[in-house]
């Protein structure tokens, strides 16, 4: 098909034309999408030509191969075209995988990635025991579960349960205590206040704002957590 083959030809130039010199629309699209749906277009006739050269003669061959390439390239418009949004579901089945994860960039910042129920989970280090995190802005101090406190060496026989705490099943009494270290990724902070809660009133721990309002910065940037510390 020379034909097919020199149209595929005309239509690429035509393509790369548009893209680098007009402006003004054309047939009702714009430059970009005119040039797109002339690239498109090329591509599908050099396809088809090929494979009828292979398979001249087998025509069985040949529409299973073109049903095949048109669906691979199907495929790759939306790919292309959600790209943002597959991006966002990968994160957030790595998040699930490997929750807590936290990942260094060269900049120094520290980054999470979000869990598939929408919250980010922290590994963290406290007193160089290894510990998880749940980010929460809504909580004014870091807050250790009863069994986190026993893990670290603070006896909860010794704490002084009298600061109120507000909880979702209400109002109940925690301990005041001072971390001496906490470090998340690659930021490291000393003597952090904190909060631990009596047995049974919480399971996870609680990275809030005590340690958050020391960093330079944080944000949550599509399903991504960011810490940045005051040294990076």
Do not use: C, H
């Not at 299973?64 to 966002?88: D, H, I, K, N, P």
């Not at 490997?98 to 590994?123: A, L, Q």
């Amino acid at each position: 098909m020379p034909g097919a083959v020199g149209l595929g030809i005309v239509l690429l130039a035509m393509a790369i034309l548009v893209v680098n010199q007009a402006e003004a629309p054309i047939f009702g699209l714009a430059p970009g999408e005119f040039a797109s749906v002339a690239a498109l277009g090329a591509m599908a006739l050099l396809v088809a030509s090929l494979i009828v050269a292979e398979f001249r003669g087998r025509w069985v061959n040949g529409l299973r191969a073109m049903a095949l390439w048109s669906m691979m390239l199907v495929g790759l418009v939306g790919f292309y075209s959600y790209r943002t949004e597959l991006q966002q579901v990968a994160g957030r089945i790595a998040g699930e995988l490997m929750p807590g994860e936290t990942t260094v960039t060269p900049g120094g910042e520290v980054v999470v990635t979000r869990r598939m129920d929408g919250s980010f989970v922290v590994n963290g280090r406290v007193n160089d025991r290894d510990l998880r995190f749940v980010f929460d802005t809504g909580a004014s101090t870091v807050v250790l579960t009863n069994d986190t406190a026993k893990a670290i060496g603070l006896a909860p026989s010794n704490l002084l349960f009298m600061t109120p705490v507000s909880t979702a099943n209400g109002i109940t009494m925690a301990a005041q205590v001072t971390i001496e270290r906490l470090a998340v990724g690659s930021i490291d902070e000393r003597r952090v206040r904190a909060l631990v809660t009596k047995p049974g009133v919480l399971r996870e721990n609680l990275l809030g704002m005590s340690f958050l309002e020391r960093l330079a910065s944080y944000e949550v940037r599509q399903n991504r957590l960011i810490l940045r510390g005051r040294g990076a």
